[in-house]
C-alpha cells in the first residue's frame, strides 16, 4: 500500500442544522468547524441540511401521491382510442 496518498480517517460529528440532530461517526470528510461532542472530547463538525431525522420519508411527513384513479382518468381521456378505434 502506498504511503501518504489516502486521506485521514477519522471520527466526525454531522449536524442536521434544520432539526439540530447530530451523530458521531467515522469519515475522510475534511472540515474546518469543530464542536464539543457530549463525551467532553472536541471533534470535527460537518453541517447537513437533511438527515434521517428531518427526512419526510423517515419523518413519516412525506406525501403520499394516490396512484388510484390514474387508470381511469386515462381511460376517460383517451377511452375511444383505447378500445379500439383510430380516430
Known amino acids: 500500500m502506498k504511503k501518504d496518498i489516502h486521506p485521514e480517517y477519522r471520527e466526525?460529528?454531522?449536524q442536521d442544522i434544520s432539526s439540530d440532530?447530530?451523530?458521531l461517526t467515522r469519515?475522510?470528510?475534511q472540515t474546518d468547524?469543530?464542536?464539543?461532542w457530549e463525551?467532553?472530547?472536541e471533534y470535527p463538525l460537518v453541517k447537513v441540511e437533511i438527515s434521517s431525522a428531518s427526512h419526510p420519508f423517515?419523518?413519516?411527513?412525506q406525501r403520499v401521491l394516490s396512484s388510484g384513479?390514474?387508470?381511469?382518468q386515462f381511460r376517460k381521456r383517451y377511452g375511444s382510442m383505447?378500445?379500439?378505434g383510430r380516430g
Open 12 to 14: 466526525v460529528v454531522f
Open 21 to 23: 440532530f447530530s451523530f
Open 27 to 29: 469519515s475522510t470528510v
Open 33 to 36: 468547524d469543530t464542536i464539543q
Open 39 to 41: 463525551d467532553g472530547n
Open 58 to 61: 423517515y419523518t413519516g411527513k
Open 69 to 72: 384513479g390514474r387508470v381511469d
Open 82 to 84: 383505447a378500445k379500439g
